[in-house]
Each structure stands twice: as structure tokens, then as C-alpha cells.
């Protein structure tokens, strides 16, 4: 390749100023050198670039070829720059995130004005086929973070928890089992559960509290979307195992009831899972602590309050 950055720079400030003399003072060139710098390009190209007139640097069709191009790499170049410069700032990047629970990505919007404000120019990415795999996605680096409620035993990742949310088993008012103070594993023997995974190795319920204590339901269906459970524990078709702030509007209508589920009540504890590194971006770390110090897409105030 003949051209240079350095010349494109030397093109443009000559055909900008029309003079070698003005060109030479924005590049801090002599008169003699930029001159001996243009015939140089001139040989490599085999063509002229400028016509002098009356002391005056005019452009030939080549030159306004090369011009044109020379606008538009340098153009491009300078925004690299500024984008790499931004990235070794970690002010700029992307960053790659899923949550444990489909239901959760509700609470993006907000969260992403409080980020957006401090780095305007990293893109958060939802990776919703990572959902039911988060931990898996993370390790083979198709995500930045991880949201989970699930244990995490591996060395390779950094684990930061969060919050606690409460899941509630969810049922019609006139429900035979709507008067209870709480929902014991037994209650679920002559139910049919709507439920978000199956088999149960996956739900949270059944690994916690029914296989434990030996609990089939009558039946099980599963059901993926959040709003169409609502609905048919609404119309009497089951009940089911919901966080306790999905279900809040409903709650307060008085068109679903929940009860606790065990006398204890049943919990997730929430954890930021990232990858272990000593460089993890600044916006990284700035997430998780919004995450952290906001727990209120994930537990909204108490009913009534």
C-alpha cells in the first residue's frame, strides 16, 4: 500500500487551505517539506493531486477522489479511537445479562435509566434463551452476568448476593385451602399446580418441598408465561408458586389469594453471578451494586402499604 495516514492528513489540510504555506502551519511542516511530501505522494500514485494557480493548490478529479476517501477514513479513524479510548476507560462496551426468572426482565426499564445515566454508551443485551441455563451461559461466555437464585459451586465464578424474595402459593378466594395461615407440602397431594419448569429436577418447589417429603401432585401442568398462570388460578384450574410481588396487583383486588408457603414461609436469596477476573469493567460492578442497593422491582412494598 503507497498511502499513509500521514499523507491523507497531508491532502486534506492542503486542499482545506488551499495554500502549502497554511497547510504546513496546521501540520508543522515546513513549506519545503510538505512540498517534497506531496510530490512523493504524487509519484506513488503516478497522477497530480493539485494544480497550482496563481499560488493557489486546486484540486485535479484524482485529488478530489482522494479526498473524498481521505474525509471519510480519517473520520472513521477518529471515532475508533475514541471508541477504544472509551473502552480502555470501561465507559463503553457491551453488557450481556439474564436472569434465573423470565418474570424478572420487568424491571429493565427503570433499572437501565438509573445506569444509562452514568454509562451512556455501553448497550445492555437481555439473553433470554439463557434463562433456564444462566450458570452454563456464563461459564461458556454468552453471558456478563447472571441473576440467579440457584447454590453456585464453582471457583471460576464470583458471587455477590442480592436480595430475598418470598414465593406464595396462589389460589381463588373461595378456595378450600385459602383460610390456611400457611401451605404445607401435603396440601398439594389432590391439587393440580400450574407451574413455570418441568420435570421437577428444575422447580424450586419440588426440589425444596415436595420431593423432601415424598409429594406428588394430583396433576402438574406447566405453564411458561406468568400472566396466563394468573389467569387460569383466576379461573379455578389450579394453583400455584409465585414470587409473592408478581402477583401484587392481584393480591390487592382481592382476585387471587396467597398463602405462605410452609410456616416458615419460602424464600429466595438472589445472587449477581459474574465470572472471575482482574479486569472486570467498571459498568460491570456499577450493575450489580444498582441491582443490590434496588431491590424493589424484585420486592415491591407489602399490600396495603
Known sequence: MNLEVRHLQ?????????????????LHLTQSALSHQLRDIEEKLGVSLFLRHNKRMLLTQAGERLLSSAQEILDNLKRTEEDIRQIALNREGVLRISTQCSTCYHWLPSMLKLFNVKFPRVEVRIVVEATRRP??????????????????????????????????????????????THIKAKDFADENLLIYSYPKEESLVFQKVLIPAGIM?????????????????????GISVLAKWSVAPQLESGTLRAIPLTGRGFYRQWNAATIKSKSTPAYLNEFVKLLASNCEPFCPPKVGK
Open 10 to 26: 497531508l491532502v486534506l489540510a492542503v486542499a482545506e487551505d488551499g495554500s502549502v504555506i497554511k497547510a504546513g502551519d496546521r
Open 135 to 180: 450458570i452454563q451461559a456464563l461459564l461458556d461466555n454468552k453471558l456478563d452476568l447472571a441473576i440467579v437464585y440457584s447454590p453456585i459451586h464453582n471457583r471460576k465464578i464470583t458471587n455477590k448476593q442480592l436480595f430475598k424474595d418470598e414465593l406464595v402459593v396462589i389460589m381463588q378466594p373461595d378456595h378450600p385451602l385459602a383460610s390456611r
Open 217 to 237: 401432585p394430583k396433576n402438574v401442568s406447566q405453564v411458561q408465561l406468568t400472566e396466563a398462570i394468573i389467569e387460569m388460578v383466576k379461573a379455578g384450574l
